[in-house]
């Protein structure tokens, strides 16, 4: 089975400051990678996916992730922080080779002081 | 266009009971799954339907159950409710039948057991 891991339980980042949100993954194959959103009481929102091609990703909202094969990572980043990025972060990678269902990682609270 | 639309968004059952949940995704949307979200085990996947066959399930007891119907909504029932079962339960549709599409997310139904 595939799997991804957020080893941060929390990241804190002041505000204007650029910003990292760890995740690495285990696959057999070809990678694909997820990054989500999760706003409180919302449910999840799309932020980027990498399939093939670049390894720099951009997404919604300003944020972009970099997918680094040699140390299995797919860490989202975005250049300048803002309040508002304040929320619960999730990376995801389908369970297995052909299956829709995905297993997300633990979740990584962003918080970003003014 | 509209985003995945579940109802109802809040729910409170007693043990024992049996809820249903329904979800219409985005429209032309063919694949339906369903996640469930708690604090202790994170996002976990349920099931997944496309075409009004069930394509994947999780790993839950038989309680657990979904269908889909031709217009693509799908509904997901829970019988005998467990306090444990208490958790948010997240849709997501995605256009077709490639497992790497992105799925969308609706905004949750959050399930209460007492």
Redesign the interface.
């Known amino acids: 089975a595939q799997s991804v891991a957020q080893p941060e339980d929390q990241v804190n980042v002041a505000e204007g400051n650029p910003l990292t949100v760890k995740c690495t993954y285990s696959v057999s194959g070809n990678p ?1 990678l ?1 990054w ?1 959103v999760q706003y409180p ?6 932020l980027l ?1 990498y ?1 093939t091609g670049d390894n720099l990703v951009k997404g919604s909202y300003g944020f972009e992730a970099e997918f680094n094969k040699s140390q299995t990572s797919f860490h989202l980043k975005k250049p300048s922080a803002l309040v508002s990025d304040s929320a619960l972060y ?1 990376c ?1 990678v ?2 297995d080779t ?7 990682g ?2 990584t609270r962003l918080q970003v002081q003014p | 266009k509209a985003g995945v639309t579940q109802t109802p968004r809040y729910l409170i059952k007693t043990r024992g009971q049996q809820v249903t949940l329904s979800c219409s995704p985005i429209s032309g949307h063919r694949s339906v799954s369903w996640y469930q979200q708690t604090p202790g085990q994170g996002l976990q996947f349920l099931f997944e339907y496309f075409s009004e066959t069930q394509r994947n399930k999780g790993n839950f007891p038989g309680r657990f159950s979904g269908r889909q119907f031709s217009n693509s909504r799908s509904e997901m029932n829970v019988s005998t409710l467990e306090l444990g079962d208490s958790a948010l339960y997240l849709c997501a549709s995605s256009p077709g039948e490639v497992y790497t599409d992105t799925q969308y997310f609706g905004p949750g139904t959050r399930l209460t057991v007492l």
């Open positions: 694909y997820f989500y009481n919302r449910g999840l929102q799309f996916k399939i999730f995801a389908p369970e052909g299956r829709r269902a995905l297993t997300f633990s979740g």
